[in-house]
């Protein structure tokens, strides 16, 4: 069936901002491509260039192997002499468990989008919405932990540099806001995702690490008396190998740190070349290259970590890990320096600060591509949060509290951190399980929810052993939710019907209206009987004092999902009785599609159209909660305010009668 599509009806251009204002608010957000929802003021994106699966695995591996910069350091705090048996434990977790998850998110969701929008489908209406918006609580805990962590890190290599610590002692708060302050900075100049850049640092990066592996291997076998102190003291310690394999078990949800990395994997994902006829609906090369990149990454990083736990353990004293020693945050370093001197020792520290420097912008970056993701699309996001700069201002101020709140200490932020990596790897299992049992492939289901129930083990010892995670992840949540319904609330006068399609049949009856005056009856409809549509003619006649020879049309909105904020209209004409015309519309709200329909109207006629109501019986309050949660509610005063808002012209302003 042919339609008409046109854009949402227009509005009075604004005055031009200021200069100012308008640098703040130039462009969108430049890391939403792929797939993400930008609203219909979005400028159109520029096409888009993939690179080589290895180049981008290098730009979600600056969040993923800069990691080794402390996770030895806090193995080694978690679980002393047993740190390389619990990264073993680690490794194994990783490569049977969140490498096959995050696979299978990359086969579902192949835009970037991850495992929140795979749940986000599973749920609607309002508790979908909520749901969505807790995952955004704790993806916010682990993007900008990751930023202030890395920060903190990179400070205490600065700090502790044996050439700089006699200048830079008692300084890691300063250094670590300063470099806080240099991340946002970049992102108000302008960033553009340089892979070139992270190839550089990671490739230089992992090379001097194989160099310091090698090296305290090489330490570790030479000096046989280190590998067989170790064991003895093992043994002492915790009696047979059962034993130790249950204590670390437990004290693994301490090292989670190390499964961090997945969840960025999937959202550079849109970066990933492919093959030349991958196409947007069936991109079966990025997919292919996708799950190469975290496999190869997660191969990468579980060498390192097996041989960096068991290097440090063996060739760090004890006392060196605990707050104030040499080696706390910096395990990898103190080696460095301790046997291949100050000179490489502050390379290998200058690259460490580099690559932890940059994990930040990867996670800045991250959050940029998720918040615009979801927020404007619900219209729990003010206007600006579309643009980057006024969003880089606020994530840099609250990792300026977070930074301040923790002391900058890497040990402090790890509970945190490890939390919002956790239940972001749970909902990604969670998510996977479903899919897998709705595409009936059972033992896929049954392996999916093993690892469900290990992940979401983890997560609740992990929040019971360190609750200021889930503590500070709750503040986000509390405060996303918060921002998010005020949002929706000064938000819910606006215009937000993104494009007005008509159906020939509609747009003949509009025609056909515009040679004489436009009258339209707002109903809502009911057994839709011919009794119906007379008894509202002549009540509205009655209450308007209409005179009888006036024709009018029937419009009549269903709500579809009264929780969504912005869609399409799709208006559809027909003839019941033989004698009335309707016009019939679904939306999430009755008062802006009424509006944008009045809009589109005036705009193709250009002739004024009219519209009646009835009053809404019961108060304005309970009836303004109604239009706030149910989309219905108070009809008449909202479609007059959203056409005030939308038309300040009152000559040009389609009129709104009331009986």
């Known amino acids: 069936m042919a339609t008409t599509e046109h854009p949402p009806a227009s509005r009075t251009e604004p005055a031009a901002p200021s200069r100012l204002r308008a640098w703040m608010l130039q462009g969108l957000s430049d890391m939403g491509r792929g797939g993400g929802h930008t609203g ?44 390389p048996i619990a990264t073993i434990v680690l490794v194994i977790v990783t490569l049977a468990g969140a490498l096959p998850v995050y696979r299978r998110v990359a086969e579902e969701s192949p835009h970037g989008e991850g ?86 640092l990671v490739g230089a990066y992992l090379a001097l690490n194989v160099v310091v592996v090698a090296v305290g ?15 003895g003291a093992l043994t002492t310690q915790h009696g047979n190998v059962f034993v130790m394999i249950g204590v670390a078990l437990l004290v693994f949800p301490k090292l989670a740190l190390g499964l961090s990395g997945f969840e960025t994997g999937v959202a550079v994902m849109p970066h990933v070349k492919g093959d030349p006829d991958d196409t947007e609906e069936q991109p079966a090369g990025r997919i292919r290259d996708t799950k190469k990149l975290l496999t190869t990454a997660a191969l990468i990083m579980s060498g390192f970590l097996i041989t960096t736990s068991f290097i440090t353990t063996l060739l760090i004293p004890e006392k060196e890990f605990e707050p104030g020693g040499q080696a706390n945050g910096r395990a990898l370093a103190y080696l460095a320096h301790d046997y291949l001197g100050n000179t490489f020792g502050t390379i290998y520290d200058v690259s460490t600060i580099a690559i932890l420097w940059f994990a930040g912008a990867s996670a800045m970056a991250g959050l940029l591509n998720l918040m615009p993701r979801y927020l404007p699309r619900y219209g729990m996001a003010p206007h600006w ?43 990604a299992a969670i998510a996977v399980t479903i899919a897998a049992h709705k595409a009936r492939q059972r033992n896929w289901t049954i392996a999916f929810a093993v690892i469900s129930a290990v992940f ?21 949540i509390a405060g996303i939710i918060l921002v998010s319904l005020l949002s929706r609330l000064a938000r ?36 839709r009987d011919i009794a119906e549509y007379r008894d509202k003619i002549e009540q509205i006649r009655h209450d308007n004092d209409v005179p009888g020879q006036e024709d009018f049309a029937f419009v009549e909105v269903t709500v579809t999902d009264p929780s969504e904020f912005e869609a399409g ?79 300040p012209d009152r000559k040009r302003r389609p009129k709104v009668h009331v009986g």
């Open 40 to 83: 219909p003021h979005a400028e159109p994106e520029p096409p888009h260039q993939g690179r080589a699966w290895w180049r981008v695995m290098c730009l979600t591996g600056v969040d993923y192997f800069s990691t080794l910069g402390y996770q030895p350091g806090i193995a080694a705090l978690a679980a002393g002499l047993l740190s």
């Open 115 to 200: 495992s929140i929008a795979m749940l986000e489908r599973l749920l609607s209406f309002w508790q979908g919405k909520l749901f969505v918006l807790t995952l955004l609580g704790f993806a916010a805990t682990d993007f900008l932990i990751t930023i202030t962590l890395s920060a903190a890190d990179a400070s205490t290599h600065l700090v502790e540099n044996p050439h700089l610590t006699g200048v830079l002692h008692d300084k890691q708060m300063l250094i670590t806001l300063v470099l806080v302050a240099l991340l946002g900075a970049v992102f108000l100049k302008g960033f553009l995702e340089a892979i070139g850049v992270a190839v550089a």
């Open 217 to 231: 291997l090489y330490h570790v076998i030479t000096a046989g008396h280190v590998v067989t102190d170790w064991a």
């Open 385 to 427: 949060a579309r643009a980057v700069r006024p969003m880089v201002i606020v994530f840099t101020l609250i990792a300026f509290l977070v930074t301040w709140i923790f002391d900058a200490d890497v040990n402090a932020q790890g509970g945190a951190y490890a939390t919002g990596v956790l239940v972001l790897i749970s909902s």
């Open 456 to 476: 979401l083990y983890t997560t609740v010892a992990n929040v019971i052993e360190r609750p200021d995670g889930v503590k500070i992840g709750a503040c986000f």
């Open 492 to 527: 819910s006068f606006e215009l937000r019907v993104t494009s007005v399609t008509l159906d020939p049949m509609a747009e003949r009856f509009v025609r056909d209206m515009a040679s004489r005056r436009m009258r339209f009856i707002a109903n809502e409809p009911d057994r």
């Open 569 to 647: 209209l799709t208006v559809r004409g027909e003839v019941l009785h033989g004698r009335y015309r309707v016009l019939t519309l679904e939306s999430s709200s009755v008062p802006n599609a009424l509006a944008a329909l009045l809009l589109y109207i005036r705009d193709m006629t250009g002739r004024t159209p009219h519209i009646y109501f009835e009053w809404t019986e019961g108060g304005p309050f309970a009836n303004l909660l109604r239009f706030f949660l149910f989309g219905q509610g108070e009809v008449a005063p909202v479609t007059r305010e959203v056409l005030r808002e939308a038309e």
